[in-house]
T-cell receptor
């Protein structure tokens, strides 16, 4: 149990579908993150939220739309994705995004496949 | 070019043997360097963290070293076990940006009986 729960664990969708990824953290943290992990590549930071305010949007295409309704929940809304968007999407949380000594706690990810 | 390079990309070792993973980075100045372990189908979990002034840090059979002069870190696994089979990721936190960590692509370790 990592304290960060992601659903669904696996998702297959067509390029014209709309779906959402969900992340919930039970650690009382104030910052939440979305990362993309492709095979044999470093994790790519997509979005950062601090106290429900987006503080980082790392040049992510508009077909990815994040939402953070409160400090415990984070969503990633997906629409008209491309095959190259197939990857593992990881959610993470930390006590404070500026806390240099605090680790980010990761969920187990959603494996996304675009047909 | 990625600021954190890891080698080898993958390795296979026999149970009970030792191995060492390498991490070279160009991030400067940096706040700290952390090693994560990522089991198959799971998210990364922090193993060790070192500041620029620390040379070594241990966590059980895992020992990380850091040479800030040469910008190199290593992760040594002693007496490997089957449960050590995972990807090991080196992560450097720059001093200048609190959000953007620099990640290596990871080294995949397979321990065989």
């Amino acid at each position: 149990e990592t304290g960060v729960t992601q659903t669904p664990r696996h998702l297959v969708m067509g390029m014209t579908n709309k779906k959402s990824l969900k992340c919930e953290q039970h650690l009382g943290h104030n910052a939440m993150y979305w990362y993309k992990q492709s095979a044999k590549k470093p994790l790519e930071l997509m979005f950062v939220y601090s106290l429900e305010e987006r503080v980082e949007n790392n040049s992510v295409p508009s077909r990815f739309s994040p939402e953070c309704p409160n400090s415990s929940h984070l969503f990633l809304h997906l629409h008209t994705l491309q095959p190259e968007d197939s990857a593992l999407y990881l959610c993470a949380s930390s006590q404070d995004p500026t806390g240099r000594w605090q680790p980010q706690h990761f969920g187990d990810g959603t494996r996304l496949s675009i047909l | 070019k990625n600021q954190v390079e890891q080698s080898p990309q993958s390795l296979i070792i026999l149970e009970g043997k030792n191995c060492t993973l390498q991490c070279n980075y160009t991030v400067s100045p940096f706040s700290n360097l952390r090693w994560y372990k990522q089991d198959t189908g799971r998210g990364p979990v922090s193993l060790t963290i070192m500041t620029f002034s620390e040379n070594t840090k241990s966590n059980g059979r895992y020992t990380a070293t850091l040479d800030a002069d040469t910008k190199q870190s290593s992760l040594h696994i002693t007496a490997s076990q089957l449960s050590d089979s995972a990807s090991y990721i080196c992560v450097v936190r720059p001093l200048s940006n609190d959000y953007k960590l620099s990640f290596g692509a990871g080294t995949t370790v397979t321990v065989r009986a």
